[in-house]
């Protein structure tokens, strides 16, 4: 199993640049946002590398920075996939970013199936 996280690329420049005023705030702020996303990935990767070698699954991990479809597309399209699988987006009313991704273009653009996991019950 390879796992890729991908942070969309409008992360890279959000500065806030509408509240922060000095450059060293923007650059705190811009820092604090990288590090707390870098985390939060290590994290769930970690998580999900404890539970692979738990059932005998290889697992390697791949983060990027760029547009979800893409980054998915260019990774799939770079080994011998059996699959890819997404998660669905979260409902309304659920904590955390709600991603928007358009599964078209990956349906199109993919040499393999694509699995969209619902959201849990």
């Known amino acids: 199993m390879h796992h890729l996280a991908v942070v969309p690329d409008f992360w890279k420049g959000m ?12 650059a705190r702020f811009g820092r604090y946002v990288e590090n707390t996303l870098a985390r939060e990935i290590a994290e769930h990767a970690g998580e999900l590398a404890a539970e692979a070698d738990r059932r005998g699954v290889a697992f390697s991990h791949e983060f990027q920075l760029g547009k979800p479809a893409d980054c998915l597309i260019a990774v799939a399209g770079a080994d011998a ?39 849990p019950r």
């Open 15 to 26: 500065m806030g640049d509408d509240w922060l005023n000095t450059p060293a705030t923007q």
């Open 81 to 119: 996939y059996d699959l890819a699988v997404i998660g669905a987006p979260r409902p309304k009313g659920v904590a955390g970013y709600r991603s928007r991704m358009a599964v078209e273009p990956l349906l199109r653009a993919l040499s393999v199936p694509l699995f969209v996991v619902p959201w």
